[in-house]
Structures are given as structure tokens and as C-alpha cells.
């Protein structure tokens, strides 16, 4: 069983900056792809980015290609989520995701088996 915790969401004006971070409790994440998806109400879950177990592979979905980045610490048992030139449009609940099943890195929602609650970011205009 893995417990994931996202911490570092809130309330910011566009243009600004903030960094998510997920902690993992019950099993190390060093063999695990990782992934950090987002939803608002009455939208399907989106797929933000995801990271290879190593870290040496990153995904990113369109909307935040150039502005979000994906990394991890191992020994850590952490990863997160650096988002930088935030806009309105990226208000939405951020949730972390663990693929425990191992291959190629996970980039919809059914492929992981692992979430965490859900940390809040909005983005004010």
C-alpha cells in the first residue's frame, strides 16, 4: 500500500510561481512512475505530468509544457511540481499519482492505482 501526501497548493496571482510537493509513506517510490494530474468540477481528471522511475524521462501535458516542471528525490520518497507563469485556467484540485506496476511511464488517470487527496491551486486574474 502507498500513501501519497501533496502539500504546497494556494491561492496566487497569475504570473507567479508555486512548487507542489508529494511524499510517499509505505513503500519507496525508487522503482514507481509518478504522475501529477488536475480537475475542476465537472471536468475529466487531467493529465499534467508524469516521471519515469529513474527521473530521466518527464511527460508534460500541452497546456503546461514550458511552464510546470516534473522531478523527483528518491531518497526522499518525494516528487514535485514546479509551476511557474501561472494563469487562471491552472485553478483546479492538483493530485498526485503512483503507477506501481512498473514499465512504461503511466499518462492517463486508469494506469495509476495510487492517490493522493488532492491539494488546491488557484490562480486569481
Known amino acids: 500500500q502507498v500513501r501519497l501526501v501533496e502539500s504546497g497548493g494556494g491561492l496566487v496571482q497569475a504570473g507567479a510561481s508555486l512548487r507542489l510537493s508529494c511524499t510517499a509513506s509505505?513503500?519507496?517510490?525508487?522503482?514507481?512512475?509518478m504522475g501529477w494530474f488536475r480537475q475542476v468540477p465537472g471536468k475529466e481528471r487531467e493529465f499534467v505530468a508524469a516521471?519515469?522511475?529513474?527521473?530521466?524521462?518527464?511527460y508534460y501535458g500541452d497546456s503546461v509544457k514550458g511552464r510546470f516542471t516534473i522531478s523527483r528525490d528518491n531518497p526522499k520518497n518525494s516528487v514535485y511540481l514546479q509551476m511557474n507563469s501561472l494563469k487562471p485556467e491552472d485553478t483546479a484540485v492538483y493530485y498526485c499519482?503512483?503507477?506501481?506496476?512498473?514499465?512504461?511511464?503511466?499518462?492517463?488517470?486508469?494506469?495509476?492505482?495510487?492517490w493522493g487527496q488532492g491539494t488546491q491551486v488557484t490562480v486569481s486574474s
Open positions: 509505505g513503500r519507496t517510490l525508487s522503482s514507481i512512475g
Open positions: 499519482a503512483a503507477d506501481s506496476k512498473g514499465g512504461t511511464t503511466a499518462l492517463s488517470p486508469p494506469e495509476y492505482d495510487y
Open positions: 516521471i519515469s522511475w529513474s527521473g530521466r524521462r518527464t
